[in-house]
């Protein structure tokens, strides 16, 4: 995006004459939550304990950063609107019940999400999942074990993103929801910057047309997690990343229009 631009001048090009920042005047960058390094429940409760006056005062927040572990914490934080209909885009389940014998993990949040009660897995979907799998009925048991919709990356490709945002919406009918967009859900090609990337994902073109279909679902909060800036010094993975997150802000300001 420009920075010379005043930001009341900035629009959704795909939304025409929707100027992001005037409809959403409360806009603002919070900066980050401090983690405790190494520990992820106290780091749990230093993300509850920051994001959920936000969620609180009804305001949409766009969570970024940290692997997919930390959207546990952000469903904790939006409590108050729980259990939510929650959507995901990654290349991975993220639902065993425990991953290397630990039970909070990137791996594991979408399982504690729905035994925590946060997670509405009736009306909950998981999209573009692909890559090699640990067990063959990884992804049998989301739908068998835990109730969850899905949608494989072949399909998704099939479809086209605006018929997978159509299956979406009928999943999630007229329920609140959450959206947590995994970078590793775009192919390495578009955004290598990550740390478990897998062949086969969404160009950057797909992906932001993803997310703009979705426009007209009541989200009441995003996050996009697992960009690993380290491992992209030409930063090819946080343009897809931004311009993801801009959408984001599109459909929220879309709404509130």
Known sequence: MPHYLPTDSLVSLRFTGIPNFARLPLARDLTGVDLVPGFIEP???AIERQVRPIFDAGVVPILLGGDHSVTLAHLRAARTHAPLAVVVSDSHTDAWDNFYG?????????????EEGLL????????????SLYDAGDWDMLSDELGLAYIPAEECHDLGPE???????????????FFS???????PAYAPGTGTFEAGGMT??????LVRALAGIDFVGFDLVEVVPADDPSQVTANPA????????????????
Request: charged share 25%; proline share 0%; no cysteine.
């Open 120 to 131: 509405d897995s009736a009306h909950s979907i998981l999209v573009n999942l692909r890559g």
């Open 242 to 257: 931004a311009n993801i997150a801009w959408e984001m802000l599109s459909i929220t300001a879309l709404r509130a229009s």
């Open 204 to 209: 950057s073109v797909q992906a932001l047309r």
């Open 181 to 187: 967009f995994d970078i590793d859900s775009v192919d």
């Open 43 to 45: 780091s749990y409760t």
């Open 102 to 114: 630990e039970k909070y993990t990137h791996g594991t949040w979408v399982r504690r999400a729905i």
């Open 163 to 177: 018929a997978v945002a159509q299956r979406v919406k009928e999943r999630i009918g007229d329920r609140r929801a």
